[in-house]
């Protein structure tokens, strides 16, 4: 069981307080007006046209690269990765989960939010006749069951700066992966894509305004966190992702490749997404910082260009590895 110090406590019922139950109110959407997977998706319940849009969906998949497939498969694994999410996250606040405290109602809604991206790749992709489901499927109960250590030391601070750089990354893909499914002439996964990136990027509003009410009362912390969670890198929610008889982690490593490889997401992204985190957060401009605080501060202001100076030097591997997710 996590227990939180006394003086993240303080903070964490401060921000729940004054600001959380008004950050969903803004953010959330309302279940009746909010898309759902089946508006996308041929209606299995309509005989007359479920076999027929069944088939012109398999037909628009024609032009989607081997790496495009690699790359939507494992996004959808990573999506699907959902009970592990929410378990962590509602493992840091110290409430009672059953309970209507914003903390709680918060978690409880992104994950209900959430479990509509997982739910309509898989259905997708079930029908596009193009993956072998039971090797996705048994990756999919591998991540669950391997979980993932992403080094935020259950401390609510280093966790919001996780989630609000992920849910950024995780818009920057889907909304790639749009792109390229549009090129590719699949117009309806296109949509689909544009859809769960935009949920991404409101999730992302929430959690980089979390870390900014807690910038305004614990800025020294606050400051120590993001840039211990910089140091340590942001490792993907799926690196642990494995395949049947492959090691775990070994299966994240081909599919990052395939990532880079289409430019879905790139260390080039990586940075841009760092950059784009200290500028919402005016880290340049905190001042009245102990000396810890400050040269937190000035490592991360340096670290974007150090970044960039160490991956002009990476090469990506080409495609060599065969996935038995891929029909
Ligand atoms: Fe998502
Ligand atoms: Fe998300």
């Known amino acids: 069981m996590n227990i939180l110090s006394p003086s993240r406590r303080e903070v964490m019922l401060h921000i729940e307080d004054k600001y959380v139950d008004g950050i969903s109110d803004e953010i959330l959407i309302p279940i009746e007006k909010n898309w759902q997977p089946s508006d996308f998706l041929p209606a299995s319940n309509d005989y007359n046209t479920f076999i027929k849009d069944v088939k012109e969906l398999q037909q628009s998949t024609q032009g989607l690269s081997y790496d495009f497939w690699a790359v939507l498969i494992g996004d959808t694994i990573t999506e699907e990765a959902l009970p592990t999410y929410e378990s962590w996250l509602a493992g840091l606040y110290d409430v009672n989960f059953a309970s209507d405290s914003g903390w709680a109602r918060w978690t409880k809604a992104w994950t209900a939010e959430e479990n509509r991206h997982g739910d309509l790749l898989n259905k997708y992709l079930y029908l596009s006749g193009r993956v072998d489901m039971r090797a996705m499927e048994s990756s999919i109960q591998y991540l669950l069951a391997d979980g993932m250590d992403i080094k935020t030391d259950d401390d609510p601070y280093r966790t919001f700066v996780y989630t609000s750089f992920q849910e950024l990354a995780t818009n920057v893909s889907h909304a ?41 009362v ?21 690196h642990n992702l494995r395949e049947i008889g492959v090691k775990i982690g070994d299966t994240f490593c081909h599919f990052s490749d395939a990532a880079q490889r289409i430019g879905v997401y790139t260390s080039e992204d990586y940075i841009d997404i760092m950059e784009r985190l200290l500028e919402r957060w005016d880290i340049g401009n905190v001042t009245e910082l102990k000396d810890s605080g400050e040269k937190a501060r000035d490592y991360l202001m340096a670290l974007p260009d150090r970044m960039r100076r160490v991956i002009s030097r990476l090469k990506i591997p080409t495609l060599e590895y065969e996935f038995s997710w891929i029909s």
């Not at 949509?191 to 929430?206: G, L, N, Q, T, Y």
């Not at 606050?222 to 490792?235: R, T, Y």
């Open 218 to 238: 614990d800025s020294d912390e606050m400051m120590l966190a993001l840039a211990d969670m910089m140091k340590k890198k942001i490792v993907m929610p799926a």
């Open 176 to 216: 790639r992966v749009a792109k390229l499914a549009r090129e590719g002439g699949c117009e309806s996964l296109s949509k689909m894509c544009a859809f769960i990136a935009a949920d991404e990027a409101r999730h992302a509003k929430a959690y980089t305004t979390f870390v900014e009410k807690i910038f305004e």
